[in-house]
């Protein structure tokens, strides 16, 4: 029978330290993420004042606001999408059918975890690898969109490596710390198990 | 079909039925099969630009505005005083407060795009003044579910928006078609729950009726809203807006209304956005992951090869459609709407207009369906989250939808039978 006594602390295994570490490494990213979360709302913000002020500018005051639609449609759109999903992966708030998990197995509920994270990790990195090779060339060109304003590409193109970047970090970490996890987002019932 | 069609269409099957998100299973599932055809360097080309070019678009921008739009109407309390006047009204009539909360749900879809939004707001409002009553939570929980579907067809629908950009059909055109089935529904509900009271008075009590006074005091929280859906109508139709930024202009003025007339707090206005940032994040992963598989469908040439089996069969159209109809109604049990829609559509879509059917009434139709699948077991997302929220059990949920389902489908037989139900005020616009 296990003692409930004033037993002396146990000193953490190396496998606790780096999971403390892991965890620690998490939670520095989850603030991370959440900045660039952030960036997302305040972008669906910027993007109604814009929208807005564009057409009522337009027809009361025959006067629009420049630019307007390559702004919302080149950049906010793009920011507010990319930079939310790895957030929404976090919150396990993606769409997806539950129906069928309840009747796996434990031990296949860990191998589809794996699946369910690799797939897209995959998928994922080489989105971010193409992005990012078009963004730098956009940088390095200096390329710019001719229109009313000369809007730079870069900052167009930059947050699809940027938020496809994130989902593949908080991927990877999903996978070192809580590979048993399962796809419907349920807590362990045992930490570390399925490694 | 090739095998490498047939191997990625169940690659994608089965990603799905593991829980794998939707997006991030058509996305894998239409590289794996683009892989199989045609190699590595088209994938990485498609990859370059898919992505980018599904987020970058104005005419999207609306999906992320209409969303914020009801969110700032149900974080601003117009929802909840909507409601307390739809009940001081009507809650006297045989199951009055269910009737309540169908009317109070149809102002709420004029400017709700998403069925699960209106329902969870609904949920917390109506239900326990319901059961304060004494209704039975099988009525009032089953009701709140359907009376929640009236947002995806009452505009501005988020479902009917993203048909018009998959099909290329015309948005104004589309919104306006999903008025009268709206009502229709809306009214077939109310006269459902009439009926259902006055056979079994023991689920609704008759609750005696307000004085005059605080009915009409009532009214007067009631114009915010009014205020809104007029408003941006009126902007729709002078030209002041498009309908892609009817939106932005509706959240605009909510908010400013909201901020005027509430005691909303800045951490509310934060909540409403962040939920927003939420559930456009969700919609447009399903997106991404979409245009990638349609990558693949477009480079295989599955949509031709199913028109032109079918028509090589000499099918009767009407046929054809019923199969489809059913399809939809089946699929709706056991999916989400929007997988549904990204799905299908480019498979269904073609079929059907090479059939002769209206684009416009296609669109409506599988709104409707998709309107049915949110309530029937067993994956009826409105039924979960009544249940979430009111701590109803979902079986006693799906009891009470089960009694209101025959609206849906009587209605979705008179859209058939009569299309001009659904095209006869878009043909009366000058779009």
Same mark, same amino acid.
């Given at each position: 029978?296990?003692?409930?006594?004033?037993?002396?602390?146990?000193?953490?295994?190396?496998?606790?330290?780096?999971?403390?570490?892991?965890?620690?490494?998490?939670?520095?990213?989850?603030?991370?993420?959440?900045?660039?979360?952030?960036?997302?709302?305040?972008?669906?913000?910027?993007?109604?004042?814009?929208?807005?002020?564009?057409?009522?500018?337009?027809?009361?005051?025959?006067?629009?606001?420049?630019?307007?639609?390559?702004?919302?449609?080149?950049?906010?759109?793009?920011?507010?999408?990319?930079?939310?999903?790895?957030?929404?992966?976090?919150?396990?708030?993606?769409?997806?059918?539950?129906?069928?998990?309840?009747?796996?197995?434990?031990?296949?509920?860990?191998?589809?975890?794996?699946?369910?994270?690799?797939?897209?990790?995959?998928?994922?990195?080489?989105?971010?690898?193409?992005?990012?090779?078009?963004?730098?060339?956009?940088?390095?060109?200096?390329?710019?969109?001719?229109?009313?304003?000369?809007?730079?590409?870069?900052?167009?193109?930059?947050?699809?490596?940027?938020?496809?970047?994130?989902?593949?970090?908080?991927?990877?970490?999903?996978?070192?710390?809580?590979?048993?996890?399962?796809?419907?987002?349920?807590?362990?019932?045992?930490?570390?198990?399925?490694? | 079909?090739?095998?490498?069609?047939?191997?990625? =269409?169940?690659?994608?099957?089965?990603? /799905? @039925? !593991?829980?794998? *998100?939707?997006?991030?299973? $058509?996305?894998?599932? +239409? &590289?794996?099969?683009?892989?199989?055809?045609?190699?590595?360097?088209?994938?990485?080309?498609?990859?370059?630009?898919?992505?980018?070019?599904?987020?970058?678009?104005?005419?999207?921008?609306?999906?992320?505005?209409?969303?914020?739009?009801?969110?700032?109407?149900?974080?601003?309390?117009?929802?909840?005083?909507?409601?307390?006047?739809?009940?001081?009204?009507?809650?006297?009539?045989?199951?009055?407060?269910?009737?309540?909360?169908?009317?109070?749900?149809?102002?709420?879809?004029?400017?709700?795009?998403?069925?699960?939004?209106?329902?969870?707001?609904?949920?917390?409002?109506?239900?326990?003044?319901?059961?304060?009553?004494?209704?039975?939570?099988?009525?009032?929980?089953? =009701?709140?579910?359907?009376?929640?579907? /009236? @947002? !995806?067809?009452? *505009?501005?629908?988020?479902? $009917?928006?993203?048909? +018009? &950009?998959?099909?290329?059909?015309?948005?104004?055109?589309?919104?306006?078609?999903?008025?009268?089935?709206?009502?229709?529904?809306?009214?077939?509900?109310?006269?459902?729950?009439?009926?259902?009271?006055?056979?079994?008075?023991?689920?609704?009590?008759?609750?005696?009726?307000?004085?005059?006074?605080?009915?009409?005091?009532?009214?007067?929280?009631?114009?915010?809203?009014?205020?809104?859906?007029?408003?941006?109508?009126?902007?729709?139709?002078?030209?002041?807006?498009?309908?892609?930024?009817?939106?932005?202009?509706?959240?605009?003025?909510?908010?400013?209304?909201?901020?005027?007339?509430?005691?909303?707090?800045?951490?509310?206005?934060?909540?409403?956005?962040?939920?927003?940032?939420?559930?456009?994040?969700?919609?447009?992963?399903?997106?991404?992951?979409?245009?990638?598989?349609?990558?693949?469908?477009?480079?295989?040439?599955?949509?031709?090869?199913?028109?032109?089996?079918?028509?090589?069969?000499?099918?009767?159209?009407?046929?054809?459609?019923?199969?489809?109809?059913?399809?939809?109604?089946?699929?709706?049990?056991?999916?989400?709407?929007?997988?549904?829609?990204?799905?299908?559509?480019?498979?269904?879509?073609?079929?059907?207009?090479?059939?002769?059917?209206?684009?416009?009434?296609?669109?409506?139709?599988?709104?409707?369906?998709?309107?049915?699948?949110?309530?029937?077991?067993?994956?009826?997302?409105?039924?979960?989250?009544?249940?979430?929220?009111?701590?109803?059990?979902?079986?006693?949920?799906?009891?009470?939808?089960?009694?209101?389902?025959?609206?849906?489908?009587?209605?979705?037989?008179?859209?058939?039978?009569?299309?001009?139900?659904?095209?006869?005020?878009?043909?009366?616009?000058?779009?």
């Amino acid at each position: 029978m296990r003692s409930r006594g004033l037993a002396a602390p146990a000193r953490p295994t190396p496998m606790g330290k780096g999971r403390t570490r892991v965890k620690s490494i998490k939670l520095l990213y989850d603030r991370l993420e959440s900045l660039f979360y952030r960036l997302s709302v305040i972008g669906i913000f910027v993007m109604m004042v814009v929208v807005t002020g564009d057409s009522v500018g337009r027809y009361f005051l025959r006067s629009p606001i420049k630019g307007a639609f390559e702004l919302v449609q080149n950049y906010l759109m793009v920011m507010t999408v990319f930079l939310s999903i790895s957030y929404i992966c976090r919150i396990n708030a993606h769409i997806r059918l539950e129906m069928f998990q309840k009747f796996f197995p434990r031990q296949l509920k860990i191998v589809i975890t794996y699946v369910n994270t690799l797939f897209p990790l995959a998928m994922f990195f080489i989105i971010c690898h193409q992005a990012t090779i078009r963004a730098l060339e956009a940088w390095n060109n200096k390329e710019v969109m001719i229109g009313v304003v000369s809007w730079p590409v870069f900052w167009s193109y930059v947050w699809v490596p940027l938020g496809t970047g994130l989902v593949c970090v908080r991927l990877l970490l999903d996978l070192i710390d809580r590979p048993c996890r399962p796809t419907n987002g349920e807590k362990c019932e045992k930490e570390g198990q399925g490694r | 079909m090739t095998p490498e069609v047939l191997g990625t =269409i169940g690659l994608l099957l089965l990603l /799905l @039925a !593991i829980g794998m *998100p939707i997006g991030f299973a $058509l996305g894998c599932a +239409g &590289i794996v099969g683009l892989l199989l055809v045609s190699g590595f360097p088209l994938v990485k080309g498609i990859l370059l630009t898919a992505p980018y070019s599904s987020a970058a678009s104005f005419v999207l921008s609306a999906v992320p505005m209409f969303i914020l739009m009801a969110e700032l109407a149900s974080a601003g309390g117009m929802t909840r005083d909507i409601f307390n006047a739809a009940h001081k009204w009507l809650g006297s009539f045989k199951g009055g407060l269910g009737i309540a909360t169908i009317m109070a749900s149809a102002v709420m879809a004029a400017v709700s795009g998403s069925s699960t939004a209106s329902a969870a707001a609904m949920s917390k409002l109506a239900i326990p003044e319901m059961r304060k009553y004494g209704y039975s939570d099988v009525f009032s929980a089953g =009701i709140v579910s359907v009376a929640g579907t /009236l @947002a !995806i067809m009452i *505009p501005p629908s988020i479902i $009917l928006i993203l048909y +018009g &950009i998959l099909t290329e059909t015309n948005i104004a055109q589309l919104l306006i078609a999903g008025i009268v089935p709206g009502l229709l529904t809306a009214a077939g509900y109310v006269v459902s729950v009439y009926l259902w009271a006055k056979t079994s008075p023991e689920v609704a009590p008759v609750i005696s009726s307000f004085p005059l006074k605080e009915r009409i005091t009532s009214l007067r929280r009631v114009w915010p809203m009014l205020l809104v859906i007029v408003g941006v109508l009126l902007a729709i139709y002078t030209g002041v807006v498009t309908p892609t930024e009817a939106g932005a202009f509706g959240s605009f003025i909510t908010l400013v209304i909201v901020m005027l007339i509430s005691s909303i707090k800045l951490a509310d206005i934060e909540a409403a956005l962040s939920r927003t940032a939420v559930t456009t994040g969700m919609i447009f992963t399903v997106i991404i992951g979409a245009m990638i598989f349609g990558y693949f469908l477009t480079y295989t040439r599955v949509t031709q090869g199913l028109v032109s089996f079918v028509g090589s069969m000499n099918l009767d159209r009407g046929l054809v459609l019923l199969v489809i109809v059913l399809f939809y109604v089946v699929l709706g049990m056991f999916m989400d709407q929007l997988a549904i829609l990204f799905l299908t559509v480019p498979l269904t879509f073609p079929l059907a207009t090479s059939l002769g059917f209206d684009p416009v009434w296609f669109g409506v139709i599988i709104t409707k369906t998709a309107e049915i699948g949110l309530v029937t077991p067993p994956v009826g997302m409105n039924v979960y989250v009544v249940s979430s929220v009111t701590g109803v059990p979902v079986e006693r949920v799906f009891r009470g939808t089960g009694r209101l389902l025959l609206v849906e489908f009587v209605v979705l037989m008179l859209l058939i039978v009569f299309p001009s139900l659904v095209l006869w005020l878009p043909s009366r616009m000058n779009f």
